[in-house]
């Protein structure tokens, strides 16, 4: 009884210690009595082991000190570090799903990591990862990885010219059995697609069909000296008839007022194409399906083949005073027209440019007419304004292949410049005006799209 209250005389001195301590001792026994009951297993453990390095802070603190032992109170602190640790270091237990969390997003933003100021060295033998930063790619980086996309597929490239080279044989055997003697030229094929500038699809090609002319019965007259006032079309007018009265050539048939009539030529193809030609036959005997265009002004044929779809347009075309001419005459009263066609002139033309100084100007043609392919509202951009816009750029700009992005993005403000204005001048005649034939609403269109990409070039591809 006595060592009791020598006891309890000691924990009064030390200001009513003990009391709290006897406290806290009831509190644990009761919490560790039923942890188990309300936390479970692992929340159980996780309170054990925090309340048992509480105990060892508070038995130290109030346990007597040995006054002869001057390392018992580091040793004590030392111990008492170890158990903060212990607590600190417990994983805590996995958090229960509520119902009302399943409505949270899945990724919360990142906290960021504070480092370690005591420094931790990674254990011997583990991978060390490095983290690369995102690389933003460039738009010349951009304009070559999109060109690769654009290659034509290989059975395309090589099964659409077979196909149409013997659809050209059947149709020229036809047409000199059935018009012996109009002096057609030999069929020969035409387009991107013989030019390596065919993008993404080998889905249509042209059929050349040449209509021989003597020149001393023929003469050009420019179509901007008759009512249309527009350079780009010619009138093919026969002269001398005192001399060499109607009959004299063979293309007399297809006069219509001392001129040569692109629009009756044009009909009379037609005809034979959708009422003459026996193209099941001819289909069959090739492998394929051979349809001609009833509805359309054009002379089409559409071919489905088990591999490919092919639309072929056959053009008759006159050659002189080296002027290639087509018989595409405008919509309208006027049928006497022949349209000036620069085709070969500009494949022609950037080939040899880019020969002489190992230019891209090919290489971002075809870009440029991926682009006009893959948006409907640039359908009617592709072919020769892009082209005629590169070969005005090329005589003062550099076309090194370093330099694509550069030219791209000028070739694209040239672009939105000439529509603004409604005029691109042809590179071979500056009379001729490439935008005659777009309609206001198209150039705005057009415009509106291009004006956009200036900004960011890398919409359109």
């Not at 692992?42 to 603190?61: M, N, P, Y």
């Not at 010219?161 to 059995?177: D, E, H, M, Y």
Request: glycine letters at 6%.
């Amino acid at each position: 009884m006595a060592a009791f209250w020598q006891q309890r005389g000691r924990r009064q001195e030390n200001g009513g210690l003990g009391s709290v301590i006897d406290g806290l001792g009831s509190v644990f026994d009761v919490l560790l009595a039923n942890a188990r009951l309300v936390l479970g297993v692992s929340g159980a453990a996780v309170l054990a082991i925090a309340t048992l390095a509480v105990k060892r802070l508070i038995d130290r603190a109030t346990s007597p000190r040995s006054e002869g032992d001057p390392k018992a109170e580091q040793k004590s602190l030392e111990e008492s570090w170890q158990d903060l640790t212990l607590i600190k270091t417990t994983p805590k237990p996995p958090k229960k799903q509520r119902r009302e969390d399943l409505s949270e997003p899945l990724l919360s933003p990142a906290r960021p990591v504070v480092p370690d100021p005591r420094g931790c060295s990674a254990p011997l033998g583990a991978p060390q990862v490095k983290s690369s930063p995102l690389r933003c790619l460039t738009l010349q980086e951009k304009l070559l990885s999109h060109s690769s996309q654009l290659a034509v597929p290989e059975i395309q490239a090589s099964l659409v010219p077979q196909l149409a080279r013997s659809i050209c044989t059947q149709l020229q055997n036809f047409l000199r059995s059935k018009f012996p003697e109009l002096p057609f030229g030999r069929l020969f094929l035409s387009g991107a697609l013989l030019d390596g500038l065919e993008v993404l699809a080998a889905d249509h090609i042209h059929l050349m069909l040449p209509v021989v002319l003597d020149t001393g019965l023929w003469s050009l007259i420019s179509g901007e000296d008759t009512v249309v006032r527009n350079p780009q079309y010619w009138m093919i007018k026969r002269i001398d008839l005192g001399y060499f009265p109607r009959g004299c050539s063979p293309w007399d048939r297809f006069i219509v007022g001392r001129y040569l009539s692109s629009s009756v030529l044009s009909e009379t193809l037609h005809k034979l194409l959708v009422a003459s030609i026996n193209w099941p036959a001819i289909g069959g005997l090739l492998g394929c399906a051979i349809h001609p265009v009833v509805a359309s002004r054009e002379l089409k044929l559409e071919v489905k083949h088990d591999q490919v779809e092919l639309n072929i347009t056959l053009f008759p075309v006159v050659e002189m005073e080296d002027k290639v001419l087509l018989a595409v005459p405008p919509e309208g009263l006027v049928e006497n027209l022949w349209l000036e066609s620069f085709y070969r002139a500009e494949v022609s033309r950037v080939k040899e440019l880019d020969a002489g100084d190992s230019g891209a100007r090919q290489l971002c043609l075809r870009i440029l007419n991926g682009v006009c392919r893959s948006q409907p509202s640039l359908h009617k951009l592709g072919g020769s304004p892009v082209t005629h816009v590169i070969l005005h750029l090329s005589d003062t700009s550099d076309w090194a292949e370093e330099s694509l992005a550069d030219r791209f993005q000028q070739v694209l403000e040239e672009l939105v410049a000439s529509l603004e204005k409604g005029v691109l001048p042809s590179y071979f005649n500056p009379k001729v005006n490439l935008f005659s034939g777009l309609s206001e609403e198209e150039i705005d269109e057009m415009g509106f799209v291009l004006y956009r990409a200036i900004s960011e070039p890398e919409v359109l591809l």
